[in-house]
C-alpha cells in the first residue's frame, strides 16, 4: 500500500524537467526513499534498481573508468534492461556502499543528460567525506524526511480537515468540533511519529499497541 507523499509532486516535476541533473536523495533510513522512487517509475517503460549494499558483484562495474556510456552498456546487459532516454529510469540505491559510483553521477549530467538517473543513500555524509571533490552544480540534491503532520492526514483519508487546518487562520478560526477531531489526531500522530511503515500500519487498521511494536522494531 502506497501512501502519497509530498516529494512524489518533486520527483515528477524532476523527471519532466528540460535541463535535468542526476537526483540525489539524501534521508535516513526507512523514511521511504526507495520507495518514492518505485512510485516514480510507474511513469517509466523501463525501470533499473540496483542497491549497492545487496547487489555487492555490480561494484566492480564501477572500478576504473566511469563512462555513463559504457557504464549503462555493461548495466543494460547484466540486468537485461535497455537503456533508452526518456522511458528508462536508472536508481542507484544505497549508493554509499559504492565510493565510485558516487562519482559517476557528475558524468552522466556531462556526458548523458537525457538518462533519468537517480540515487539514494542514508549516512552520506560519510561517503561524501572521502571524496576529494563532488559534481558541484551537476548533481541535485533532495531531502526525504518522515512524514509530517499534513501527510499523516492526507494518509488517513482527511483531506477536508487538512484543507480545513490549512485555509484556518486567527481571523477565520476552526469550529470547536473541528478543532477537536484534529487534536485528536495530532496527539495519534504524536505518539506514532512519522516513519512511514507506522504510519502505513496504523491506517490499515492497527492498534497503537500493535503500531508499537513496529516502532520498536525500527528503533
Known sequence: MY???KIDRDLLEWSKESQ???????????V?????????????????????????RVHSLFEGDLSPR?????????????FI???TLLFFDEIQA?????????????KLPDLHVIAAGSLLEFALSELPSFGVGRVRTLFIYPFSFDEFLNACGEKL?????????????????????LLNYLKHFLVLGG???LISHYVQGENLQSCQRVLDDLI
Open 70 to 82: 559504457e557504464l549503462c552498456d555493461n548495466l543494460s546487459v547484466m540486468y537485461n534492461t535497455p
Open 85 to 87: 532516454a526518456g522511458k
Open 20 to 30: 535535468r541533473k542526476p537526483l540525489l536523495l539524501r534521508g535516513a533510513r526507512q
Open 3 to 5: 501512501l502519497a507523499r
Open 98 to 110: 559504492c565510493i565510485p559510483a558516487i562519482s559517476s553521477l557528475r558524468f552522466f549530467y556531462e
Open 161 to 181: 480537515l487538512l484543507n480545513a487546518k490549512q485555509n484556518a487562520s486567527p481571523e477565520y478560526p476552526l469550529q470547536e468540533a473541528i478543532h477537536r477531531k
Open 32 to 56: 521511504g526513499k526507495s520507495t518514492s522512487v518505485r512510485e516514480l517509475a510507474k511513469n517509466f517503460e523501463y525501470f533499473l534498481e540496483i542497491n549497492f549494499e545487496e547487489q555487492k
Open 195 to 197: 516513519m512511514p511503515e
